[in-house]
Structures are given as structure tokens and as C-alpha cells.
């Protein structure tokens, strides 16, 4: 079994902003009642005042508004479902995992077209809150664990926060440069792991880009 990462490994950017940027295309009001609710926290967080999975629970918290997110995401993905990097699709297994910290209701869309298994944050729409813990960090090690710690061979990710489950592997492979670039995961020497740590403690690579 192969585990991916998704946003920024085998998807260039993240997919829970992109796919906020297309539904505020659709529905304009959402650029007044959701966007400065998402700058205001992301500040926030940037000054210590706000913990990461509270952050990302209200940065989820637009799924609650919108009244037809089934057509919504359904459309996201057939315009940016081109945008999954070549080189994964031309290694892509049916026993592959893809594990990712996006909300499930957006992940899983995309892992039934790609016709693989998926493990995402369990978010519930109708009331906005996780139903679990997000699946970051060590906590997708922990759900790899959980499973009975099944043998991974390859695992992707283009984060160091994910180093937990890179030492579930046999081999662990960092992925750069807008998802295209696929390089060994660096030695987990002191200078590696200070890293490790900022990247857990500071949460998400959050990319502000939106997906026409």
C-alpha cells in the first residue's frame, strides 16, 4: 500500500480554499459574510491567539452555508480534477490511501473519481464542528496505527509535519514546487527535526489561491 498526502503532494494548492473561492464565485454574498471571518482568524492564529484546530474548524465553518454543496463540489472537481499531478497518476494503485487533513465531504468526491481509499478530518456540515480530531500530524500516524499499522510502503507528503506517519514507511518521499517535484525525505537530523517541530506547532502550509 502507497499513502499521499493530498493538498500540495498530489494536488497543487489546498483544496478546502480553493474550494471556498469557487462556491464565493458562485455565491458573492459569501465574500462579506465568510471572507473577512477567514482573514480575521488566520491573524489570529499568526499572533497566538487563536489554536490551530479552532482555526481550521471555523475556516471549515463556510460548509454550513452552502445550500447546494453536492453540485457545488461535484462541479469543483470536474474543472480542477486535471490539475492531479501527472506523476501520481501514472504510479496510482486501487490499494492506495490518500490521508489528508481537508474536510472528508471535499476529499472524498475526489478519491471516488481517482477510484481510491481515503482517510480525511470528519466534519460535520449541518453543525460545523470535527467529529474527531483533525487528521494532522501525528494524528493520521495514529490512525495508520489504529488500523493495525498495515504495511505502507511509499508515503508522500510535501510537509515535514508528517513525519509521524513518513516513520510508518519503508520509504518516505517529500514533495516540492506545486506538487511536480518528488524528492527522499530528508535525514532526521537536528536541523530536520527543529523544522518538524515549527511545521507541527504552526499548522497548515495555507495557500491563499484561488481555483476559477
Known amino acids: 500500500m502507497n499513502v499521499y498526502d493530498f493538498d500540495g503532494t498530489i494536488f497543487p494548492g489546498d483544496c478546502s480554499i480553493g474550494f471556498g473561492f469557487w462556491c464565493m464565485r458562485r455565491h458573492p454574498k459569501m465574500y462579506f459574510t465568510i471572507l473577512p471571518k477567514v482573514i480575521r482568524n488566520l491573524i489570529l492564529r ?10 481550521q474548524r471555523k475556516m471549515f465553518g463556510y460548509l454550513t452555508l452552502i445550500d447546494d454543496f453536492d453540485e457545488q463540489i461535484e462541479r469543483y472537481w470536474d474543472k480542477n480534477e486535471k490539475k492531479i499531478a501527472p506523476w501520481y497518476l501514472a ?14 465531504c471535499i476529499i472524498g468526491p475526489i478519491a ?6 481515503f482517510m480525511a ?12 480530531n483533525m487528521m494532522y500530524a501525528k494524528e493520521k500516524a495514529k490512525y495508520i496505527i489504529d488500523q493495525g ?13 508528517d513525519t509521524p506517519l513518513a516513520l510508518c514507511a519503508e520509504k518516505a518521499h517529500l514533495v516540492k ?9 530528508p535525514d532526521l537530523n537536528k536541523e530536520t527535526m527543529s523544522k518538524v517541530k515549527e511545521k507541527i506547532d504552526t499548522g497548515w502550509n495555507i495557500h491563499l489561491k484561488e481555483e476559477e
Do not use: C
Open 177 to 185: 514546487d506545486k506538487a511536480s517535484t518528488v524528492i527522499d525525505w
Open 112 to 117: 471516488k473519481r481517482l477510484g481510491v481509499n
Open 46 to 55: 499568526k499572533m497566538g491567539k487563536m489554536p490551530e484546530y479552532l482555526m
Open 149 to 161: 499499522f498495515p504495511l505502507i510502503e511509499n508515503f508522500y507528503s510535501d510537509s515535514l509535519a
Open 91 to 104: 504510479q496510482k494503485r486501487s490499494d492506495d490511501l490518500i490521508i489528508s487533513a481537508s474536510p472528508d
Open 121 to 132: 478530518t470528519e466534519f460535520d456540515r449541518e453543525y460545523g464542528v470535527f467529529l474527531n
